[in-house]
């Protein structure tokens, strides 16, 4: 994340101040369901019948009254809508929060594009990665996808702005590809978030590796956190990578926040607590008094719930080398990740380590 110490210190006032309030960090609105591609792992693929829409001063207005910290513009894929360009314009305060992330699967980017979204106010570009390869057109279902990712991202991170980075969702089928992928990362200039699957979207538990893969699993994200303290570019702290892990071992992670730290806007404007639950409300605070009071669901741990449930000593932790970055101007030691908002390369507690395989096998 390329930001300036004085919008870090301005993010981590309004998560505390909202925290306080009952309102979301993050919002994801998703302008439309439509998607170019039809991946494995989601619900969205392909065209949507009838999709109502709101127009861009309308996502523009719901974003001025939750006053989210971060506001991401998903999909379906987004740049989809040729509209795209208005809603960022109409959605983003520069200089000023929220933080606005283009969220794609790149099939439609261009540098053309990418300097049109930067200048309507996107601060921060996250392309979604599954495979370091060509398995990731066959993934998505998009012929040339990785060969067009090749080029472009490439491109777009030699301009040298630092606002691209890819996510990637770990899944059974890629868990062995996670060093591949932080190597392309380097390659690419960029940085790698990662994120967990979660079954609900498509209702297959296939995605989520069997116990018997853990120990692979476990080794893979090792293999990760090494490349991490070694200097390579990944996002996600050690600590937040050990919660994934867990949440494979034990199948969940109790304490959603969903509808109160993060929450989703649908096409039509409607308020969905995740991606992955159907229920719309009207407003939050219906959602709050009729779904996350009484919300017991555990079964996804994507990157949104890692981030935004974090305590604050939790953030400050896993940000501690951009914050000394950024308020100290403080040189990064040698070997340390190159990536801003990275986590600290500290030796995990009790508490981080990470679970042993007899809780997976429980
Ligand atoms: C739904 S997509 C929308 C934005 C855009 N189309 C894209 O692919 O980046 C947002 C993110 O959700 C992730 N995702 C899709 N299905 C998932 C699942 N079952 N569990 C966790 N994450 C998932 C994707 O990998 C992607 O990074
Ligand atoms: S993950 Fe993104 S690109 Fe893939 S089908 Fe879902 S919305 Fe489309």
Same mark, same amino acid.
């Given at each position: 994340m390329n930001i300036t110490a004085r919008l870090a210190l301005k993010m981590l006032a309004r998560g505390i101040r909202n925290k306080f309030a009952q309102l979301p960090l993050s919002v994801s609105f998703e302008v439309t369901h439509y998607c170019t591609a039809n991946c494995w792992h989601c619900n969205w693929g392909g065209p949507v019948k009838?999709?109502?829409?709101?127009?861009?001063e309308d996502y523009a207005a719901i974003c001025r009254e939750?006053?989210?910290?971060?506001?991401?513009?998903?999909?379906?894929?987004?740049?989809?809508?040729?509209?795209?360009?208005?809603?960022a314009r109409a959605m983003a305060n520069p200089g000023d929060l929220p933080w606005m992330v283009l969220v794609s699967n790149a099939a439609a980017l261009t540098v053309d594009k990418y300097w049109k979204l930067r200048e309507a106010g996107i601060n921060q570009f996250s392309?979604?990665?599954d495979f370091p390869d060509e398995r990731h057109s066959e993934f998505r279902r998009i012929p040339g996808l990785f060969e067009k990712m090749d080029r472009v991202i490439p491109e777009i991170t030699a301009l040298g702005n630092g606002d691209l980075s890819?996510?990637?969702?770990?899944?059974?089928?890629?868990?062995?590809?996670?060093?591949?992928?932080?190597?392309l990362a380097r390659r690419w200039n960029t940085s790698i978030n990662f994120s967990v699957y979660s079954p609900l979207r498509v209702n297959d538990e296939n995605g989520l590796p069997r116990p018997d893969q853990l120990q692979e699993v476990r080794?893979? $994200?090792? +293999?990760?956190?090494?490349?991490?303290?070694?200097?390579? /570019?990944?996002?996600?702290?050690? %600590?937040?990578?050990?919660?994934?892990?867990?949440?494979?071992?034990?199948?969940?992670?109790?304490?959603?926040?969903?509808?109160?730290?993060?929450?989703?806007?649908?096409?039509d404007g409607a308020l969905t607590p995740c991606a992955m639950v159907w229920a719309k409300y009207r407003s939050q605070r219906d959602m709050l008094r009729e779904f996350t009071a009484n919300n017991t669901c555990e079964?996804?741990?994507?990157?949104?719930?890692?981030?935004?449930?974090?305590?604050?000593?939790?953030?400050?932790?896993?940000?501690?080398?951009?914050?000394?970055?950024?308020? $100290?101007? +403080?040189?990064?030691?040698?070997?340390?990740?190159?990536? /801003?908002?990275?986590?600290?390369? %500290?030796?995990?507690?009790?508490?981080?380590?990470?679970?042993?395989?007899?809780?997976?096998?429980?």
């Open positions: 009838g999709e109502s829409r709101l127009q861009a939750l006053r989210p910290a971060v506001s991401h513009i998903s999909g379906g894929e987004p740049l989809a809508r040729g509209d795209v360009y208005e809603i392309i979604s990665l890819l996510n990637s969702c770990i899944t059974a089928w890629n868990y062995r590809d996670l060093p591949a992928m932080v190597e080794d893979c $994200f090792q +293999r990760v956190i090494d490349m991490k303290k070694a200097g390579f /570019p990944v996002y996600s702290s050690e %600590r937040v990578m050990w919660k994934y892990y867990r949440f494979f071992t034990e199948r969940g992670i109790p304490g959603c926040q969903a509808g109160r730290r993060f929450l989703v806007i649908n096409p079964s996804c741990y994507i990157s949104t719930r890692a981030n935004t449930e974090k305590t604050l000593a939790d953030f400050l932790a896993d940000n501690r080398e951009m914050l000394l970055e950024r308020f $100290f101007k +403080r040189r990064r030691p040698p070997g340390r990740s190159a990536t /801003p908002l990275t986590g600290p390369d %500290r030796q995990p507690s009790a508490q981080e380590e990470p679970p042993r395989k007899s809780m997976a096998a429980g």
